[in-house]
């Protein structure tokens, strides 16, 4: 299917390139990223076909579980008229019977894309550098790109824009999540609060790096132990859960002492502005109805964690809008990095 010459698709050409993290990318790719995502879900919403990438296929490749990430794929991919293959470890030879060297070979033979979730950042790099066509980082231990491109949609959506935009990120800041969204703030303009224990403040290497970034973008980056402070003035309060995947289960008891006061709760929300949303990459413990909140619930005596149930369920929440702009960004970025690409 042809793409319409005003489309906000043909106003920049990034075909062949991956996203393996958001570094690599300047704000006018962001923006473009963005404005792209914005044209599809409008066209989503009122049933226009957008079957650009019909005749090419893409491959996601899990090592770790997901709900959101595979699910926003595959749709989107779908949408786009492409044909999807999902595989993990256990239905696969990857790692197990086959190098990841090899497996990429085989893949790139095959497949227009790579979609990779796992542990190492370097996996995503090899991966991109052995297959020979686009990879896209669906999650590592280090950064969650896709992610952030949604969350920096829900925020223009729910605020207006993206510029001077104070932005609090609360919890474990030196994971995935809170160096992405550090970078993604750097790069459009938000002011980036860490707050967050000491010990959890991304590593000062990438601290570094964003602020330089973010002088450039006219934005601050802010670490800070002081949930007061923290909070105060926020246009956005940010959490995520306390223990990551791929972390062993003996670091519940310690994260919990050192978190529980960076919960997201009423009086956080209370202390940002009064217009502030509350966002969460999800999934999140809020109540003890999973397996896990259960657990450490019996072992720890919490019912919720990183956000309280109230503040999950308020109107300030925008966390299921966020949810579904995982799709709509991840559509974005297949149709803006595949549409000229041909291997
Ligand atoms: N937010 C996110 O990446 O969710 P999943 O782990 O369900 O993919
Ligand atoms: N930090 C979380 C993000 C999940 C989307 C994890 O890595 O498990």
């Given at each position: 299917m042809k793409i319409n010459e005003n489309s906000a698709i043909c106003r920049m050409d990034l075909s062949g390139r991956s996203l393996i993290k958001l570094l690599d990318f300047t704000p006018e790719e962001i923006r473009y990223f963005l404005d792209v995502s914005h044209e599809l879900k409008a066209d989503k919403k009122a049933s226009v076909?957008?079957?650009?990438?019909?005749?090419k296929n893409l491959v996601l490749l899990f090592e770790k579980t997901s709900t959101r990430t595979r699910c926003a794929f595959e749709v989107a991919g779908m949408d786009l008229g492409m044909g999807v293959t999902f595989l993990d470890s256990n239905s696969s030879q990857m790692g197990k019977k086959e190098s990841l060297a090899d497996t990429a070979r085989v893949l790139g033979r095959m497949y227009d894309g790579i979609e990779y979730r796992g542990f190492k950042q370097q996996t995503v790099i090899d991966l991109a550098r052995f297959s020979g066509v686009p990879v896209f980082n669906g999650l590592t231990d280090q950064f969650h790109p896709t992610q952030i491109l949604a969350d920096l949609l829900t925020i223009e959506e729910k605020l207006g824009h993206l510029k001077g935009v104070n932005f609090t990120y609360m919890g474990d800041a030196r994971n995935n999540m809170g160096n992405s969204l550090m970078v993604g703030c750097a790069k459009m303009g938000l002011n980036f609060t860490a707050c967050a224990p000491k010990d959890l403040f991304p590593a000062e290497e990438l601290v570094m790096q964003c602020r330089k970034i973010a002088a450039e973008n006219g934005c601050t980056i802010t670490l800070t132990e002081d949930v007061n402070e923290g909070t105060k003035n926020a246009d956005v309060l940010y959490t995520d859960i306390w223990v990551s995947m791929g972390e062993p289960d003996e670091v519940w008891g310690h994260r919990i002492e050192e978190l529980k006061k960076y919960q997201v709760n009423s009086k956080a929300m209370n202390n940002a502005k009064p217009t502030a949303i509350f966002m969460h990459c999800l999934p999140s413990f809020h109540d003890t109805n999973t397996t896990i909140g259960q657990e450490i619930c019996t072992k720890f005596g919490i019912s919720e964690m990183e956000v309280t149930d109230e503040v999950f369920e308020s109107s300030q929440s925008v966390v299921f809008d966020e949810a579904e702009n995982r799709m709509h960004t991840i559509k974005a970025v297949l149709v803006a990095l595949l549409r000229n690409f041909h291997k």
């Open positions: 076909p957008h079957r650009y990438l019909e005749g």
